[in-house]
């Protein structure tokens, strides 16, 4: 494996945040295809035979707007590309995708596939329905690597092992970044949800070291209208008054069609990634539209850095049907991140002479050995490194970007990585 722990060394702390550099190279992404191969969909009749290793990814589609049928469009997409290219050390692996359907009795009905599919992990799914699905994995034993993030389950099983923060990473570093961007007060427009409560405290926990007000903005999770929304966020569109978005992307779309009407000219806006992505940017009119210069937290670096080539070579070449696959979705960024993990695993099994299986993968994950994938700093699921938190210890990965929309491309506003975990825990920034 190509190591790059050195790339990820931190600078010396400036200020109140803690930042990581950014690597500049997908080396790790590169060498996916030499490692994984074969790709099929279905349940029970495709499970592998012989020396075959099986993986599952699933995800909603045909529901409306938790649809996310790129992840598991992607995951297909591997299989095919890595079919031509050997194998996992002799033995093909074959990637199975199940539609999640968007509710509890899909979720559990595709666990229990990949169970009688005898998969070894599942890897990169999205799903808000982890109280149906986990349970079932974790009576086989079965692995979730990089799930989206959607559920506590995905944070607090045992056999959990999430690639990214989550919502409460994203909204917690999108405090950080209004803080630093000057803002007075904060309006959060989220969803009117238990899951869009606990949002308030995160961000509260950001925001309460430098005394900026906080105002709760409760909306439906789904409207074609959010005009009085918008204007309750907006308020008097005083200097300093900013609103940031954590609903989904297209009640985020709607959201700012109504924001772009009120057309404030004072207020700032800002949202955390999966609530905007690059192709909102686009639908929403680019730098002339209401996201011009807006703010944006992110789990990763922005599409157009380098880090991604390796998941943009895949995706051109892909011939699986696999057309929408949009690498600047997030859910497609995390499938990428958590088969990145799960190569890079496998890889150190094979080098230490053991057989890949669930109960070896769980072995060395917990271990507490830093994962590096390059794209995100290093992973590491041993006890140590555990959230000191009794609903999301598995949340291991506290770091976020800080991207800004400029010349209608969302980019980098500073280098590097900040970290987080203050405000997951309710203590106060770095000094």
Do not use: H
Not at 290 to 309: F, M, N, R
Not at 343 to 348: D, E, G, I, N, S
């Amino acid at each position: 494996m190509t190591s790059r722990r050195d790339s990820f060394q931190a600078r010396p702390p400036s200020g109140r945040r803690r930042r990581r550099p950014i690597a500049a190279a997908a080396t790790a992404a590169a060498l996916l295809p030499t490692l994984l191969s074969a790709s099929a969909c279905g349940g029970p009749a495709d499970a592998a035979g012989g020396d075959d290793l099986a993986v599952m990814t699933w995800a909603p589609s045909g529901t409306g707007t938790a649809d996310r049928p790129g992840m598991t469009a992607l995951a297909s997409a591997i299989g095919q590309d890595v079919n031509t290219k050997g194998g996992l050390n002799g033995r093909r692996l074959r990637v199975l995708t199940c539609n999640e359907r968007n509710s509890a009795d899909g979720a559990r009905a595709c666990a229990q596939q990949a169970v009688d599919a005898k998969v070894i992990a599942v890897i990169g799914s999205y799903s808000q329905w982890g109280e149906a699905f986990m349970p079932v994995l974790e009576r086989a034993g079965i692995p979730l690597i990089g799930g989206y993030g959607l559920s506590q389950p995905e944070f607090s099983s045992p056999l959990s092992y999430p690639v990214d923060g989550g919502m409460p990473a994203l909204i917690a570093g999108n405090g950080r970044q209004l803080v630093e961007a000057g803002c007075k007060t904060v309006a959060l427009v989220r969803p009117d949800t238990p899951a869009g409560d606990n949002l308030l405290g995160y961000l509260g926990n950001a925001l309460r070291p430098a005394g900026i007000r906080l105002q709760d903005v409760k909306a439906p999770e789904q409207s074609s209208d959010y005009t009085q929304v918008a204007r309750k966020a907006i308020g008097k569109d005083e200097a300093g008054n900013c609103v940031t978005s954590a609903l989904a992307a297209l009640p985020t779309g709607n959201l700012l069609d109504s924001y772009r009407r009120l057309n404030p000219k004072n207020t700032r806006i800002a949202s955390v990634i999966g609530s905007v992505q690059q192709s909102v940017v686009d639908s929403t009119g680019g730098d002339t539209g209401p996201l011009g210069g807006a703010y944006v937290t992110s789990w990763y670096p922005p599409e157009s850095a380098k880090i991604w080539d390796g998941l943009r070579a895949v995706v051109r070449a892909d011939t699986t049907g696999g057309n929408t696959i949009d690498v600047s979705d997030p859910g497609v960024q995390t499938t990428w991140v958590a088969y990145e993990v799960f190569r890079t695993v496998t890889q150190k099994l094979s080098e230490a002479g053991k057989p890949v299986t669930s109960k070896s993968i769980t072995g060395l994950l917990d271990a507490g050995e830093g994962i590096d994938t390059g794209i995100t700093p290093p992973l590491n699921w041993g006890g140590t490194n555990m959230l000191p938190s009794t609903e999301s210890p598995r949340l291991v990965n506290t770091w976020v970007t800080y991207q800004v929309v400029k010349n209608g491309r969302m980019t980098l506003q500073q280098p590097g990585f900040v970290d987080v975990r203050w405000a997951l825990t309710g203590g106060r920034p770095p000094a």
